[in-house]
């Protein structure tokens, strides 16, 4: 199910989606806002996930992987 909402953007946000629009790189604006907010969305799980790691501590050989991803994460901030 989607909802419809207005929002506010800067120009050069509206700008960059319709290029991106215009080049074939995504079919819509609101696609491409939608990309963006999953991709967010999964950052933000990704960091919690690996906050947890950090807390309770390794558990089994996959564990060096989440961490590595973690910091990974940190440098797209």
Do not use: C, K, Y
């Amino acid at each position: 199910m989607s909802v419809q909402i207005a929002v506010s953007l800067p120009s050069t946000a509206v700008a960059f989606l319709d290029h991106s629009v215009a080049a074939g790189e995504a079919p819509s604006r609101a696609a491409l806002i939608t990309i963006s907010l999953e991709r967010e969305l999964r950052h933000r799980l990704a960091m919690r996930d690996t906050e947890i790691l950090s807390q309770v501590g390794p558990a089994d050989e996959l564990d060096d992987l989440v961490l590595w991803s973690g910091r990974s994460f940190d440098d797209l901030d």
